[in-house]
């Protein structure tokens, strides 16, 4: 059995729920991530691009890309000469990236595919990343070894998650995930479910030290995590030697 959110369903429900609930908000994702975070989103973004220290000609894999944030930042770094794979399992979030993007003058590769398996060879990609995707993969440890298969020696993992926040603003934290995160869906993107979903996903994560170990066991080298916002998310790095 797996989780969704607080429930516990059978692998095949899981992933038909979370293609339910990236469906009902593709279109307004990127509306609701300013709302929910403050714009704070676009930070963490930022410098998980930022740290990761990708150069001109690069080759980056985005999984779970959705609207294309994570992968317009990655495409600035490589430039021309480098490439930037956009990827999602869902096709209503990859379509919205995609358009995004192409409004933004990229034309970056698009592809609709499983983390958990991914349609690319080894030693393929000198950085992958995931933002705010493992916490929906049904086998987070398959998803793991995928991104480290396809990396390349010297390359690095990213995982941009939600995380454990500081104890002492845990209270608060709650308050405002189980009272006005599924307040704002219902009233913005008319879903009050997926949004309470979310906060219970968030909390069935791995937290940060269990991630660590499960990166560590999927076989990336020298696992690191960065706390941001007092960790209400933190940034997984994990090298490949």
Known sequence: MEHFGYQEVTADEKTRRVRGVFDSVAGKYDLMNDLMSGGLHRY???FAVSVAHVRPGAAVLDLAGGTGDM???FADRVGASG??????VNGAMLAAGRDKLLDAALAL???QCNAEALPFPARRFDCVSIAFGLRNVTHKEQALAEMRRVLRPGGVGLVLEFAR?????????DWYSF???PRLGRMVAGDEASYRYLAESIRMHPDQEALKAMMERAGFDQVEYHNLSAG???LHMGRIY
Do not use: G, Q, S
């Not at 490439?83 to 999602?88: A, E, F, G, K, Y």
């Not at 926040?165 to 934290?173: D, H, I, K, Q």
């Open 109 to 111: 590769p698009t592809v």
């Open 44 to 46: 963490w973004k930022r």
């Open 165 to 173: 926040v500081a104890r002492p603003l845990a209270p608060a934290y």
């Open 179 to 181: 009272n006005i995160l």
């Open 232 to 234: 209400i998310v933190a």
């Open 83 to 88: 490439m930037v794979v956009h990827t999602d």
């Open 71 to 73: 992968a317009r930042l």
